[in-house]
């Protein structure tokens, strides 16, 4: 198998979080052809822990968007309704721990560029879907676990595989829903990754540091329309409770424990000039250190939306759609890491063992809970030169760094489960 | 020519202001047929006097879907770009004063009922574009000046004629144009209308009071977006902004020398959660009793944009995108209409002969023009009894009013150049 | 007894509401020696009704000030914490009807001018104490109080006369106090008056409109401090959620029922730059046309400020510290007002019979007693040129109004009680 | 010369800063008898150069307070308006560097406790002013100053020896005006120290970290009065503008170069409820990690303070009141002063020789102005442990620390100047 090739496809299908139904599906059938068995759709996700879901509307078209382009529509008809993560487990031929992996696949709504000297461009890979791309590496991602699956497939090990191809990590909104569903508790070492950040290729680091714990939100506020000429007095003005919150949302004090952040990213109400609004959101999100301080952050950000709405009299409601908690590394195995990486063509630098985390992360859960449970988890900075930062409509990956990371982690697992 | 069903066609293809391409190009024919001279596109309507003009992409859908709807593509391609307005122009046998009607034409931007209890529904004749319609009467205008159109077309009167169909009255924005055309400089006497309002059926005012002085303005808010965990001081906030200039217009004291109206009606920015959002726009109006009031009130306006936008070093523009001024009747065409109003069958009720107002019109500025000039002008009510207020779903006017209405403009018109 | 010595004589004593010890008590020794009972101290103010009362310790600062500047000390002691209004009745030698005549007494803190063409100034009664002014013409009104005393001390009429020299009516804070009291509640007729306004001298007007309903309120935000630089987050910021509630008050929107006021006229809060402040308070006012518009003008400030203070963890307070409602004059006392002044030289002029009221007044609350108990009332505008405006430091009065006034209500009173 | 004695005498007559009038005095006096040549008064410190000096007539009160309380009024006449700043400078026998120790003399608006288990209320030496208290140690800085100028006062030493008693270190005021004369310009070893902050007695730090740069400033608001009920209209209200600001500022970014603060710790404006404030001032501080952070902060911050007020038609002024930068210590002159320590009986333990600094310090603008010409500095911490924190009502030093101190500066001068 060719993961080249098979990373070009997925780039040129990016499907968001909650709506890889085609790479879902095609991870599924791939995964069953090297003979893991397959958990995917409600089995993988629950319900009520997953964050930020689009409506039922945008995930019904693209549904039938994925079918038309190819996704196995029995296979899928499991994931309806946005459960896009596929969990495939192989048991070795002796018994022994359970290694897992964890692999992100879904792309990000930013429109690709069309430009020449755009690699995916150049060579007839851009995406297909106008609005949506892969600029954040998932795609290199997805090729690495599948190239890791067929590399395990022979199941001459001791002990247990656990492939987690993870719907929704953009917006910190997927890995929860798979740690409620208890996919995590028998996981006695967990691997994590990213390629990229500001890793140049050919360095590695074993574990990472700086991951922020977060929140994202999103406010609601419902007021009561009415003519703004005739009678300003009978409305209740949805943007004037949402202008107060987000003023007081900046204005929460920093704290001397460290680094917080907050932000009021979006802000929309209203219909006309001259009607009183009467519904407005708000989407906040808040970062800190330590999950306690992200926790007193998130209940001030409560208390202001709650009160500048009960100021102007208006309802509200708030809901997650985001989360993540800092992520710390078992030293075992960012040694263990570095130790492999040492013996993998490609590698030629080491950095201090630890690379600086890119913001938030929601695998961060599926290390809290594996730790909680007694096992050990990492979260490794694979080396990828950018041509342009992540996000950006010119983000591309270096090909050449996905089959070092097959390698790898063929290592790292043969090495656990010997 | 059965004017009821003029205006149920009308009703049926509802078409928001500066797209009136069907409309326009049905009032072009029948008012060519009628044996006017007619003057419409960029000759009815002066460019940079319009006021929230669409983006050239809605202008360009909704032309060929006027094109596909029946409408003359050779008449309304001097239209394209939003020049909907119509003028027609007969000269009377013998010569005399110039007298001018004014129609408006446009719909709103409103989903119709599509319930049994609403007539239009129940008699087939409900809105054929899904989100637009005729939720104001004016189809029923358009019908009365059509219908008058025909009624004067004989030429036996003494002087000239003008029937002036205005596109975009809804949001104040057309008639301006129209007026900076030059188009009332030469009317002696302008009779503009409307019909409901809170006047019952049977009842008529010649002339109105309480027009309110007004201006919408759109604001916008050029910021710098960066990421909100990684540098967010790097970013340039617009929201923030924008919250900022809210508050303080909402703040906007109240005038001693009487009745004033602000409000932020809509507000939109950013993108995500995780942005310091780059761009966000405002949507604005003011009203007062006086022009010169509610100039104070936009002066002020301004200025909290522009010093919001300066004080988190964002860049700004304020748009105009409607106005109006106060509507002051001369008393001779007052009285002359309910002269001639106490003539015509199905007018029982005259009240004081100054209706209310509804809120604010841009006939303003051709009242003015036409005063400046030396010549007179009135703004008259037509009861009709409404099932639900202007600007609802189930809003509709009684139809048996538009004969009523023709034939007292028709009245009035053969007084005026007897 | 010369009334121009007596105004003067209060000029130089100005005293503000609630410690108008010296005043009071020249009233009582001149009212007992005109054969009057007299109701002072806590006979004649409700304790809980009273608004904006000063703090103790100033209050008994004023206190000894007053008996060292000539008040009897016996009197003063039943006054003592601010009960300094003086009630004087006097039954007539024959029963009938009760008439009550309303004299306010209190000064303001205004710094007198002290340039030479400043009438009190140049005739060496200016004002003893620095910062304290008679700037409002109180201190006319209690001579013409006085001087009417002395005139109706033969008893010679039917029926009984009260005259109310009310403690603190600027910042509307004494008068309800009174009325809780009962003391109106055998009143059948009642006469409030003013001296100037706009009114110039010679001319009279029997009735007043367009006093506004109004609420003075205080807010008070408790905080915790914290050292700004080393924990910022553990305060809570008394002056964020003042300045969110000052922002959020003037943003009230205009009511479609008439005019409405707000004001946050003060702001205080913290002690130091690097301190988080731990209290903040605000004056507040609001005004409307009727009761009902200021109640609910009360009602969203209350809420406001509850809620700018919990949206920031703080506690809060809101008192009352004045209040007025509208005024309806009894048209039969407005005629007889007029008809009455008409006998006396000095009255040229008659206006339309009802002055412009001045802003808001507390002889409100009496007007509505007397009112609902089945009484009329009315509030009398008595003409006098100012040079300059009420509350400005060369504001003065006309003396020879004066005596007019007391002839006037000397006619008044005789002809009720005849 | 006993220097506990000194300490109490000094803690007696606290003076807050620029008011040393009697502290300066003394200082005068005893560096006098010691041989030193004294530089004070307007030679001691540049006027411009001044910050947040009190006004005209606190200045004034205060030195006749000192007069009356036994300070020197020959010497003092030459501190009239607040110059109260005095350096010692000795030759020594031989020729050699310059080195300087700086003391600062100020107190603090504090109310010093008056309950028995206060040391300084228990021996009978607590504040014989009123609401003003040494509470941060700065009566301790001036004894061992003085123990040092007698220790040094023979002369046997080669250079020069330069004591410098610095006015209104609290608000970071006074240490600027220094520098800007001159006075620092041929130091070539300076030592800046501290009594307490959270050293324990018997521990001491060579050097000191974490002095933020900081800038305090004063912003005022000058708007139009008038009436809130009869013309809020023609009023410019001062509190719009700096409850406007107040929000925007606390609502700056936090850096991610690091730690950042701001704090609007004082507002104050408006007369009355009823009155349109003219007035408001507040009072601002910045911190940051770097000068440059800072000066950002304060260019945010002057900004929003700018524009605020010009969105509400204000005119506005800004005062730096006060100012800090970071201190960098020498590392040579850290280990010189724990070499030196470590000889001292009573120093027992020396941390990692770097003390945490405590907020923010202008000696750090004479630390750089030493650098800048070519020499060394350091800021040294002393232990003393505190029976209540710095700026506490009970705040105290150990005594017995004193002599240690004035031991160890005897020891570091006799070194450097061997």
Chains 1, 2, 3, 4 share one sequence.
Do not use: W
Not at 26 to 31: A, G, P
Not at 323 to 349: H, M, N, R, Y
């Amino acid at each position: 198998m060719d993961i080249i090739s098979l990373r070009r496809d997925f780039h040129m299908y990016p499907e968001v979080g909650f709506t890889e139904f085609r790479t879902a599906s095609k991870i599924v059938e791939l995964l069953i052809f090297f003979g893991y068995d397959v958990i995917y759709g409600r089995d993988a996700m629950d319900e009520e822990s997953r964050k930020g879901v689009p409506t039922v509307g945008v995930l019904e078209k693209e549904y039938h968007r994925a079918i038309k382009d190819g996704a196995n529509s029995e296979i899928i008809s499991q994931m309806k309704g946005g459960y896009t993560t596929v969990v495939g487990v192989l048991e070795g031929k002796k018994p022994g721990p359970t290694i897992a992996f964890r692999f992100d696949i879904d792309a990000l709504p930013i429109l690709e560029s069309q430009e020449m000297d755009h690699h995916p461009e150049a060579n007839r890979f851009g995406s297909k879907y106008e609005g949506t791309m892969h600029a954040c590496g998932h795609d290199g991602h997805i090729a690495i676990g599948l190239g890791l699956a067929e590399k395990l497939s022979d199941g001459h090990f001791s002990g247990k595989v656990k492939l987690i191809f993870q719907a929704a990590e953009e917006g910190v909104r997927g890995a929860y829903s798979i740690v409620q569903k208890g996919l995590l508790d028998d996981v006695d070492y967990l691997f994590c990754h990213h390629l990229g950040a500001d890793v140049p290729t050919g360095e590695f680091h074993g574990g990472s540091t700086e991951f922020l714990a977060t929140t994202k939100m999103e406010g609601h506020f419902y007021g009561i329309a009415s003519h703004a000429g005739a009678s300003p007095e009978s409305g209740r003005h949805a943007l004037m409770g949402a202008a107060t919150a987000l003023l007081n949302i900046h204005a929460i004090p920093r704290f001397s424990s460290g680094l917080t952040r907050v932000n009021v990213g979006v802000l929309e109400g209203g219909t006309a000039a001259n009607i009183i609004p009467e519904y407005a959101k708000m989407k906040v999100e808040t970062r800190a250190l330590s999950k306690e301080v992200n926790l007193d952050l998130e209940k001030r950000v409560r208390n202001i939306i709650a009160q500048s709405a009960a100021m102007h009299e208006l309802e509200h409601e708030i809901e997650i759609i985001g989360a993540a908690i800092p992520i710390s590394c078992d030293q075992e195995l960012v040694e263990l890491a570095i130790e492999e990486a040492k013996q993998v063509e490609g590698f030629t630098s080491f950095g201090n063992g630890n690379g600086k985390g890119i913001g938030s992360e929601d695998a961060s859960y599926m290390i809290e809970r594996v730790q909680e449970k007694g096992g050990k988890a990492t979260y490794m900075m694979i080396g990828s030169s950018l041509p342009a930062p992540h996000h950006h409509p010119k983000f591309d990956i270096q090909e050449e760094v996905l089959p070092c990371a097959v390698e790898l982690f063929n290592r790292i697992a043969r090495r656990i489960l010997q």
